[in-house]
């Protein structure tokens, strides 16, 4: 069922299978700390771990919120991140994971460091999309509300709401969707929760249950952060001894000559 999918599940699925393409790292670029991540590989990473994040804070909430994890809804590989229902609603999540960026949010548009990002109108569209499924099944009486969620970012200036999207921090999440007043009771929810868990409801949902994918992902995880150690700290640690003998060396050679000079 839909609710057995993990956060992120959609993105590894096809980072892995990226991957499968990738060649083993040689010793070298091992040793010079390159990444185990293919060409096309580092975004769809990133993202993953946004994803993941996300799914983190989303497990403290209480268990009156139902939380589902990369569904997929077609058109060129287009998953929704997280849906969730509870008390407060029906909720679409599109997560964004940047690191260190300034985002600027005013009524039409968000600015990542004064570039202009197609966000609002993806989270819109996914809750366009997430109402026209349950739609088909039942009147909804209450509208979907569409996140934009970002992980890491350095700052997030709200000048004017973009209704209907809310733009929020990953650590503002949970308290929120908590404060979010009453709209759906008990028996609508378990409704909705059923609809949504029906794989027949979602495009291209993978016949596997992805099963070993998170482990896989585990082994990747653990290589891609020892190549950035290797970059960050080993490697200039490892240069500077290197320096460090290499004029141990010629001072050694210059004691050595000077010394058989003045013997003579």
Known sequence: MMRERFAAQFMIEKLLREQVGVPARTRW???????????????WYEGAQGEM???EKLSTLSPEWAVFHALPIGGHGWDIDHVLVGPGGVVTINT?????????????SILLD????????HAKFEAERVT??????????????PLVVFVGARSIDVQAEPSPVTVLDADELAVWLTALPDMLGAAERLDIVQILDNPS?????PLESGEGL??????????????????????????????LAAVGVVTAATTMVSGLLASQ
């Open 214 to 243: 998170r482990e896989t992902f585990t082994l990747l995880q653990a290589e891609v952060r020892a190549a950035r150690l290797q970059r960050r700290v080993l490697l200039p640690i490892e240069f500077t001894l290197a320096g």
């Open 53 to 55: 994040v996300v799914g």
């Open 132 to 145: 026209t499924l349950l739609e088909q099944r039942r009147i909804l009486s209450t509208p979907v509300i």
């Open 96 to 108: 964004k994971q940047h690191h260190g960026r300034r985002v600027h949010v005013d009524r039409r």
């Open 201 to 205: 409801m979602w495009i291209d949902v």
């Open 114 to 121: 004064a570039r202009p990002v197609p966000y609002l109108r």
């Open 29 to 43: 670029a091992r040793l010079m700390g390159r990444s185990p991540l293919g060409a096309n590989c580092a975004g």
